[in-house]
Every structure is written in structure tokens, then in C-alpha cells.
């Protein structure tokens, strides 16, 4: 992938534009806390269910247990399970990717059910749908009595995963659910700030996550990983790319100076999962070479892995087909949107920053 980006001063770089208690990311010490909690230390002791009834409570004032949680996302499963003859439809004939944005723009409020759980309980639903739809198999049901994360792979892979699938996947869905006023999170937040509700606002966020700037990277990770194929081919592949001036997928952050926390933890869960596929001395041999060329070519602009590099790692030794990569972030940051769409709308303020106008004025 060749992307080249123009670069400006505009960006909204270092301005808040919200006050939230949901999560803190501190770039120069490349710290990530989580409703209270060190990412790394939410990673290994919690569950996506867990770390959901964190937000959501941190959000709203509610006191929802872990097993409220489970409970509640294992209900909307199988009703958005029920509703997919309605939500398919509209995403015949496109990629998964779009496909997830056509059917996640189709759920809507359900007999007084809160919304977070609607939303949160449907996404693995269609991801799962989309994916078994793409190799001509029908949608698996979901099971309300496990975790979310042995669901949700169970819907992908149509087939019942192994105990340290699930831990790996659980450990990504934490890992990821929220990160501070990243692009998708803003686009979110702006829109609950209209008062629109949850479906408008978490539809807003899954299109700007798509981006490869954001969340869209995994795919194309893989991508170079498979173009550069060989250990020999590392330094040629990395050096040429750079010299053509193309940014390289997994690395450099807006916030982070330093190595993304995140990307430390994924790597931990790739090492335990151990599964076959994952080359990691191999990705660690790219990793290294790209951050010694990076900061060559950059010498004042710390680039670092970022959670990107080890996710496409992470979800491709899961044998997650690439191209649901960004619906399964969706899954996780999910959890992060619908509690940032509620912190928004308790504030009641509508987000609406200016712009400099620099087009011509007219002659009087
Ligand atoms: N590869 C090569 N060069 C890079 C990269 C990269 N991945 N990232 C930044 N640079 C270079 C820029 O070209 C620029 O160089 P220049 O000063 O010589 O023109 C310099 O570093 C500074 O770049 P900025 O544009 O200021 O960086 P910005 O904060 O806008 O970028 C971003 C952040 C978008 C993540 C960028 O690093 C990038 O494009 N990375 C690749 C895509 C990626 O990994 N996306 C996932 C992000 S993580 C997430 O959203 C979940």
C-alpha cells in the first residue's frame, strides 16, 4: 500500500476536546490507563466483559458486574442474531469491511433495551455473519452462555476454539476497547454531542476507524509482510519503500513517542498463543529493521511500533480472515464508543470547533 500524506499544522493535535474518566494515554511515557487501570495490568487479570462494566460504569454511574455484563452481551447476540435476515441484505455484493458498516447503520433501539448492549452484542454477530457469508456458508448461531470472545471466534471460525484462542482473542478485545480521543472516538463523541443516539454515534466511529491512518492498518501489515516474504529481502523491501517516501503500517503514532504499550502487551498474548502461522522471530526481525530505518530516516521524529504491527500478527494466528481485521477492532472498541457516546451526552454541550478560512474574501 503507498500512501503519502499531505502534511499541515491542522490536525486538533494536543487540543482536548473532552473531559472523560474512561481512558488516559500518556505518549511520552507510552502509558495507557483504562478507566483506573494500566492496560497491561487489565490485559492479564480482566475480561472483555470485565473491562466493558468498567466503562460503561465509569460512563454512567451504573454498578454493572462482570457477569451482568456477559449477560447482557449474550442476550443481544442472539437477538441480533434474530435480526440479521433484516441486516444483511443491504451489505450484498460488498467487502466485509463495508459490509459491517451497512449492517452496523441498520441496528436501531429494541424495546427499551439499552442501546450499549445492543450495539456491543451485535458486532460479533455480523462479523461472524459476513465472514461465514463470504465463503458461502451460512451464519453460525451465537451461544449466550460463553464468553464473548469464545463466541465471537466461534461465529468467525465456525468451529469451537481452543481455550488459549479464546484467552488470546480476550486479551486483544481489552487490549484494544478504548484510547483516548483517538479519530474514531472524536467522530463518536461528536456525534452524541448532537444528541443523535448510539446507533448514529457508533456508526460515525466504525467509519473513521476504517481509514488505514487508523484502524484500517492490520490488513495492509500483512500485506507487507507478504511482500517482503524473506529474511533477505527485510532491508532491500524496508529501504526501497522508505526512499519512495510511503509510510509503513504498524509504525509511528500521533500521541506515542515512545513503543505503544499496547503493542507490548499483544506481543505477550502472540508469545502464549503460540500458534502455528505466527513467524514472530520473523515479524520481530522486520520490526527491528523497520524502527532502525525509521529513526535513520527520522532522526527527530520518534516512529515506534504501534498496537497495529501486532494485532495483524495476533488476529492472522487466530485465523481470522485479514480482511474482517477492522470489523474485530470494532468488536473491542465497541465497548470504548458507547461509553464515550453516553459521557458525551451527559455533558450536553455540543462539540463545534472553528475553522481558519483561507479561501479568497469577496472584493467589498
Ligand atoms: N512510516 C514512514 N514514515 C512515517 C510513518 C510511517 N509509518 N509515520 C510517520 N512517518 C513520517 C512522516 O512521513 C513524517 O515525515 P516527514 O517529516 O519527513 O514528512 C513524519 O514521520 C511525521 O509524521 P506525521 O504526519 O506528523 O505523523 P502523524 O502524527 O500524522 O501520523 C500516523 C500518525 C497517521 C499513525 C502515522 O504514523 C502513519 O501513517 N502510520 C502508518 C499507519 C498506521 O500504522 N496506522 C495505525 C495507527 S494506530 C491506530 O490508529 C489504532
Given amino acids: 500500500m503507498n500512501i503519502q500524506v499531505t502534511k499541515s499544522p491542522i490536525g486538533l493535535d494536543g487540543i482536548p476536546a473532552a473531559e472523560t474518566v474512561l481512558s488516559h494515554v500518556d505518549g511520552e511515557r507510552g502509558e495507557l490507563i483504562v478507566a483506573g487501570e494500566h492496560v497491561r495490568v487489565l490485559a492479564s487479570t480482566s475480561s472483555f466483559e470485565g473491562v466493558t462494566a468498567r466503562l460503561w460504569n465509569a ?17 443481544a447476540r442472539e437477538r441480533a442474531f434474530a435480526r440479521l435476515p433484516e441486516l444483511l441484505p443491504a451489505t450484498r455484493g ?36 459476513l465472514v461465514q457469508w463470504a465463503k458461502g456458508h451460512d451464519p453460525l448461531a451465537p ?7 469464545a463466541d465471537t471466534l466461534t461465529m468467525l471460525l465456525n468451529r469451537k476454539p481452543e481455550p ?31 444528541q443523535a443516539d448510539l446507533f448514529a ?70 508469545e502464549r498463543l503460540a500458534a502455528e502461522g505466527a513467524d514472530l522471530p520473523f515479524a520481530g526481525e522486520v520490526e527491528a529493521y523497520i524502527r532502525e530505518a525509521l ?20 488476529l492472522d494466528a487466530l485465523s ?16 470504548g464508543w458507547t461509553a464515550h457516546a453516553r459521557e458525551q451526552q451527559r455533558t450536553g454541550r455540543l462539540i463545534r470547533p472553528s475553522s481558519s478560512y483561507v479561501g479568497p474574501m469577496p472584493k467589498v
Fill in 94 to 129: 460488498m467487502s466485509i469491511v463495508d459490509g459491517f458498516r451497512a449492517a452496523v447503520a441498520g441496528l436501531r433501539a429494541e424495546n427499551g433495551l439499552e442501546h450499549e448492549a445492543t450495539i456491543v452484542g451485535a458486532f460479533p454477530v455480523i462479523a461472524g455473519a
Fill in 201 to 270: 454515534a457508533v456508526t460515525a466511529g466504525y467509519c473513521a476507524l476504517t481509514g488505514p491512518l487508523h484502524g484500517g492498518a492490520p490488513e495492509p501489515v500483512l500485506e507487507m509482510l507478504d511482500a517482503i516474504g524473506t529474511r533477505e529481502r527485510i532491508r532491500p523491501w524496508v529501504d526501497a519503500a522508505l526512499a519512495r517516501g510511503e509510510r509503513l503500517m504498524g509504525f509511528g503514532h500521533r500521541v506515542y513517542r515512545v513503543r505503544d504499550p499496547r503493542a507490548d502487551v499483544l506481543k505477550d498474548a502472540i
Fill in 143 to 149: 451461544d449466550p452462555n460463553v464468553s464473548h470472545a
Fill in 295 to 314: 529513526r535513520r530516516k527520522n532522526p527527530t521524529r520518534p516512529l515506534e511500533t504501534n498496537v497495529e504491527f501486532f494485532t495483524a500478527i495476533l
Fill in 320 to 335: 481470522i480472515p485479514r480482511q474482517a481485521f477492522t470489523p474485530i477492532f470494532a468488536v473491542a472498541r465497541s465497548a
Fill in 164 to 194: 488459549r484462542e479464546v484467552a488470546a482473542l480476550d486479551a486483544y478485545l481489552v487490549t484494544v476497547c478504548d484510547h483516548g480521543m483517538n479519530a474514531s472516538t472524536f467522530a463518536t463523541r461528536v456525534v452524541a454531542s448532537t
Fill in 59 to 75: 460512563a454512567t454511574g451504573s454498578s454493572l458486574s462482570e457477569a451482568n455484563v456477559r449477560a447482557k452481551l449474550g442476550a
